[in-house]
């Protein structure tokens, strides 16, 4: 599969010495849907506006088709489109701002723009200003989709809405551009979110990418395991179980993430422990980024 | 070409969206109660009322000229800094020239309209009055589009790096320094020459205030050199636009800081 999308080792910071990112690696493939999950503050923002050229990375490479988004921004951003959470919409109507779009981009679609207002329900009349978080997010989708690009790159293209309106923004964005072999990196604190879309989890935590996974994957072979904190002393016996992913206090107990069916992983871990007390359970993915990323309790 | 066509087109409809036409209503219901108090700009604090047809044509053409160049510096300070803080524009197939210059005649064409509204509207009363509209009233006009020209040309750019307060503070005094390190120089509060020469290399406006404020006055008179020191001002703001957009071509510009 050709990479679209390559990030390299990418490190950046805001301040001196308070790293946002440190050595990001991984690739998107061609009609790929990756979904950058990550808590607030993880580095998602940050590393999709580096993919886009907005920020520099401060070591590391990044290649978008191959091409370097700082040094051939205009190449680059000629084949991305881009939603984000706070993405401002200009233009009085929604006309006035495809108009804008559609003048940029020579390869506008406009059969597409069509079916788009139409699937949204949404006028070209109608006032920007008087838009719902909702539509608008409809209409920068609608902007960011109309000129075909290869890869849309979402920053928190949900944030913000209700409930309803994020799923029927996603569903109708994301499944429809899946169909057309679209190459999508999302961001998103919302494990369900990338659970409907389906497609591989990148999880970043703590600066680094924790977890690369595709989410039938992650469904069949990651489970939790709960140990005992009497039974274990030192979370490390746990940490240096092959396939764990992390470990961390929860009340009474450890709780270790670790790679391998409910059975295997209690089988593995009453050879190396030695005793029993040990549950093995999978966890719906929403739990399992809360292991993951979540602090001790 | 077309980037830059589109930033004009979107940066003359965000002004008049953005209501930067507010100052100039501002100016005119200043002037005209001043005038209706009858005062004019030229006998601030003399406690002397002169109503008369030249300098009540000429204040108003006055108050609404600083309506325009206040609407420049304010178009000018806030484009770019806009653009980065809700990236839009910068996620587009744009060069950051072709945003800087879109920028720029955007928003001279949408000041140069005001100034020539306020023109218009002060050279209509000067004829229904029977006084003479001059050279010199050109010049006056001339020296306003001039100095919002070099605001824009200093402020745009400026905007890549600094908050649109620091831009616009900056502008004013970059092209307000000759003027007011010379009635320093007057007031003996500085004497040192070489601090006025290094400043006036450095910044080298010398624009004339006069004109504005005089525009249809009787007796004062324009030359074509006077004009030709516009054209130089004009031209040295087009230097420091070019050197400016020059170096913020590449680099990464400072974006909020969202992780």
Request: glycine fraction near 10%.
């Amino acid at each position: 599969m050709n990479a679209i999308l390559e990030f390299e080792n990418v490190s950046r910071s805001y301040k001196r010495g308070v790293p946002v990112l440190d050595g990001v690696g991984f690739s998107v493939g061609q009609g790929e849907v990756v979904g950058l999950l990550g808590r607030n503050g993880a580095g998602k923002t940050t590393l999709i506006k580096i993919a886009i050229g907005l920020l520099y990375p401060d070591s590391g490479s990044v290649r978008v088709f191959g091409l370097s988004p700082t040094a051939e921004p205009i190449a680059v951003k000629k084949r991305v489109g881009y939603v984000s959470e706070n993405q401002e919409l200009r233009g009085a109507t929604i006309a006035e701002l495809i108009a804008f779009h559609r003048y940029l981009f020579p390869m506008w679609d406009e059969a597409l723009e069509k079916s788009l207002l139409d699937r949204f329900g949404l006028a070209r009349k109608a006032k920007i200003r008087h838009l719902s978080k909702g539509q608008a997010r409809q209409v920068a989708l609608i902007c960011a989709l109309c000129h075909r690009p290869e890869l849309l790159l979402f920053d928190e293209p949900a944030g913000g809405l209700d409930p309803v309106a994020r799923r029927e923004f996603l569903e109708a964005s994301i499944h429809l551009l899946n169909d057309e072999g679209t190459t999508i990196l999302f961001s998103s604190h919302h494990m369900t979110d990338v659970e409907r879309i389906g497609g591989r989890v990148v999880l970043l935590d703590e600066h680094r990418v924790k977890l690369d996974r595709n989410i039938d994957h992650i469904r069949e072979n990651i489970c939790l395991a709960i140990v005992p904190l009497a039974s274990v002393a030192d979370p490390g016996v746990l940490q240096n179980l092959p396939g764990c992913l992390r470990v961390r206090k929860a009340h009474a107990d450890w709780h270790a993430v670790v790679e391998g069916t409910p059975e295997v992983v209690h089988q593995k871990l009453i050879s190396s422990l030695g005793h029993n007390g040990v549950r093995c359970i999978r966890v719906p993915l929403e739990e399992l980024f809360i292991e993951l990323a979540g602090s001790e309790r | 070409m077309k980037g830059i066509w589109a930033i004009t087109v979107l940066t003359i409809r965000d002004g008049i969206r953005g209501k930067s036409w507010l100052p100039l209503i501002v100016a005119a219901l200043f002037c005209a109660l001043l005038l209706w108090l009858g005062f004019d700009h030229r006998n601030f604090g003399s406690g002397k009322p002169q109503l008369g047809n030249f300098n009540a044509i000429s204040s108003l053409f006055y108050f609404w000229s600083w309506g325009c160049l206040f609407t420049a510096v304010c178009v000018g300070s806030a484009s770019i800094p806009r653009e980065r803080r809700t990236p839009m524009l910068f996620t587009l197939p744009l060069t950051r020239w072709e945003l800087a210059l879109g920028k720029l005649i955007g928003a001279q064409l949408l000041s140069a309209a005001f100034l020539a509204l306020g023109f218009g509207l002060s050279s209509g009363l000067a004829v229904l009055s029977g006084v003479p509209v001059t050279a010199y009233s050109g010049l006056s006009f001339a020296t306003a589009l001039t100095v919002s020209f070099v605001y824009l040309c200093l402020s745009i750019p400026l905007g890549a790096w600094l908050s649109p307060v620091i831009v616009g503070t900056i502008t004013v005094i970059a092209e307000a320094q000759s003027t007011v390190v010379e009635g320093m120089a007057k007031a003996h509060l500085i004497s040192g020459n070489g601090l006025t020469k290094a400043l006036g290399y450095l910044l080298p406006w010398t624009i004339p205030g006069e004109p504005i404020r005089g525009a249809f006055f009787h007796g004062t008179h324009a030359s074509g050199a006077d004009f030709a020191g516009l054209l130089l001002n004009a031209f040295f703001g087009v230097i420091f636009f070019i050197g400016l957009t020059f170096l913020m071509r590449r680099g990464e510009l400072s974006m909020r800081d969202s992780s």
